[in-house]
């Protein structure tokens, strides 16, 4: 993880840089007083990029090295199980449908329809959180 704790570090580092250049870019155009939108966005974007350069620094010390952090690592060295990787689902349908419904409710003031959507949400996230605790791929 060294290799991503690199990659974020230069990422912090870039915005560093842009975000003051950034502000006084944008003084010029905006009477002397910055777009403070613009620059309190990549202000957090950069903040936002050292946490994670932070967390995977602090990681990276910890954990054995992977085949792809070793220098002698084999691509053979990798092989083996990956992961858990969930079956098709339809829960994120629905959840994504009941957001849709939601938010449209909300953009034309229907209120009646973001309630109907926030009820059919509630039990399609609810399915969609339990999916592996019933059924045929019950833990």
Do not use: N, Q
């Not at 202000?43 to 990276?60: D, Q």
Request: charged share 15%; proline share 4%; net charge negative.
């Amino acid at each position: 993880m060294k290799v991503e704790t690199w990659i974020f570090a230069i990422t912090t580092l870039f915005f560093v840089v842009v975000t003051p250049g950034y502000w006084i870019a944008t003084s010029h155009y905006f009477d002397g007083s910055g777009d403070w939108t613009g620059t309190v966005a990549l202000a957090m974007t950069m903040l936002l990029a050292l946490m994670i350069t932070l967390y995977l620094g602090f990681h990276a010390r910890r954990m054995d090295a992977r085949p792809e952090d070793r220098t002698d690592g084999e691509i053979a060295d990798g092989a083996g199980e990956l992961g858990f990787f969930p079956p098709y689902s339809w829960w994120p349908l629905w959840v994504a449908m009941c957001l849709a419904a939601g938010v449209f409710g909300i953009a034309m003031a229907a209120w009646w329809l973001f309630i109907i959507a926030a009820g059919l949400g509630f039990v399609a996230l609810s399915g969609f959180v339990f999916e592996y605790y019933r059924g045929e791929y019950a833990h």
